[in-house]
């Protein structure tokens, strides 16, 4: 075996990872050390009350190590092994050499020795006792070995597609397995290659691009597969306990949990049951409140769905009483009781929950939805008070027409639908969400008025409002909440604003543009400008022209073109065009292409009066004499003598 020294082991493992060992090395918590061929075995004690089992591979240059931690592979334990290895070999027994001892011993002797063996490790017999045609066609821990150099160390985002290339070529043993019927083989391939990529992730692999998660939920779904072929409980029983460990370890959204589906069945589920709900004990005593809802929350998803899965509706209800102590808890109590039909004790458990501290907006939902299965049957139940509170929370979030009728149809269940509909117009602390609302009752010009009343409505409201007076040929109406909408520096040109915008314009005398052009250039409202510039072109290009000068910088070269044609005055439009190339030439010659583009609009200003044009740009040459390419530029393209 290749020899090791400490810098060597250093450089394989980073440091951080190093040195922890060395401390687990020094301390003498390295024991039972033994060497196999090109392996190294050995008992490191860690955290945990029982010792790690660790192995090392030492095979050529390359050097992997497996643990029974939580890390699995390359981990503080294998260092402390390898530096044992280093600096004590002597310390190892030699199993090569026992073995070859074996052939001077006696057959009773090797008997009683392998007798203490099972004794000591009594799973050793499902190993002695295979049948020959029972032995595996694959060695599960060499493919596992082989796996985790694979995706050992952090793996960046340009690395990871050439690590999910090799797993597929792993992968493609397993699924040759399962074509020929070795299912047990291929779902111990499958496991391994999902526990190996949640290490992945674990460890801090970029997966940015999704390969690898994608490739672990193929593996799920192949192994599933696998086990649903197979009729073996003691397998099945061997494999749960690893599936459960990896669920719980695992956070990655590759929904591990449906490995447990293809196990579950009506004699294990108490046991995943107690294993989730004794690690949720564990989990509260060392995490915060947020974490320990987060895994609470988890835990009891999955067991639900397993639940579920079984047919079993009453563990369902029993575990949603587990804890209930917030709003998110009281809504999953009422959510099964609701699906079993039973109403009465569904709209109290939706009740409580809204006294609870927290969050949750399915609660708010649930309640209604309760309610109206109500209406029919006990609605005596249903307090108005309570009900409208919802609603209005509910509503003091976002206005949803599919929310709304559904609360309506509660109100007017019980002979209050105008008082409902009076506080949410009148009360509603989220006034857009009130404003919508009139909207969607035909009350149009109460919106209208609620708008012009108070300040505090969004443009996007105001924007939907001004469509529906268009819609209804209000045009004064609709003119009014648009011109609204630009005087607080709305900055969008989609639709339905366009339309918006020609018709304010069709039907605005000057002296309101001019108004508004004047707000506009007051509150500096860039947005606005360039929104309007190109609908007042045609009614009034001189207010376009106004604009344009005041936020020249800011409006497209094409625009200053079609706006500096198209007012009265040639010698107004020339001077706009100029006033552009200014802005350009000042800031760098890589501009001179649009001020000879804006020249040639000059000069179609001055299309007929060739002695303007020529003054214009004699003009211009002498006083940008000193930018002797943009000038010589000017001659090339318009053929004149400067």
Known sequence: M???????????????????????????????????????????????AEPYEVRALIKDFEISTKCTCPVGNMCKHGTALLLKW???????????IFLRSLDGRSKEEIIDMIARAIKQHPSLINEFSREEEEKPRINIDAISEKIGWIVHGELDYYHIDDAVDKLEEIKNIADRLKEEKSIKEAADIYFVLVEECVEAFDEGADDSGGSMGDFAIGCIKDFNECVEQMSDPPYNNRLLGKIMNLVKSEDYGLETSDMLYSVINDENIKRVEEYFLEKLEEKRKIASDSSYRYHKNKSLRILNRLYEKLGKPHERLRLAMYELVDKEDYYKLAKILLEEKRLEEAFDAAKKGLLMPGESHYLNDIYFDIARALIGTKHEMIDFNISLNVALEEMSRNFDQVKYEAAKEVFKGIDKLEDFKSAVHKSLKNRDSAVSALLHDGELKAAIDTIRREPGISPETMIMVSKAALDKEMMDESGMLTRMVLERGWLSDKPPMKELLNAMVDISDKVALQDLCDHILKKGGRGAALILIPHLLKKSPELSALLVKNFMRDVPVEMVVKVAGAVA??????????????????????????????????????????????????????????????????????????
């Open 86 to 96: 280093a600096f004590e070999p002597s310390s190892f027994i030699d199993a090569d």
């Open 569 to 642: 005055k040639p010698d107004e439009g020339a001077a706009l065009c100029r006033m552009r190339i200014n802005e350009d030439i000042l800031q760098s010659h890589i501009h001179y292409d649009k001020a000879i583009y804006l020249l040639s609009a000059v000069r179609g200003i001055y299309a007929g009066n060739e002695a303007k044009w020529l003054e214009f740009i004699k003009r211009f040459a002498a006083e940008n004499k000193g930018k002797k390419k943009l000038i010589e530029r000017v001659r090339k393209e318009f053929v004149v003598v400067l």
């Open 2 to 48: 290749a020899e090791l020294t400490e810098d060597a082991i250093k450089k394989i493992f980073g440091d951080t990872t190093f040195f922890k060992g060395q401390e687990y090395y020094k301390n003498g918590h390295v024991q039972g050390t033994v060497k196999f061929e090109n392996t190294l075995f050995a008992l490191v004690m860690g955290s945990s």
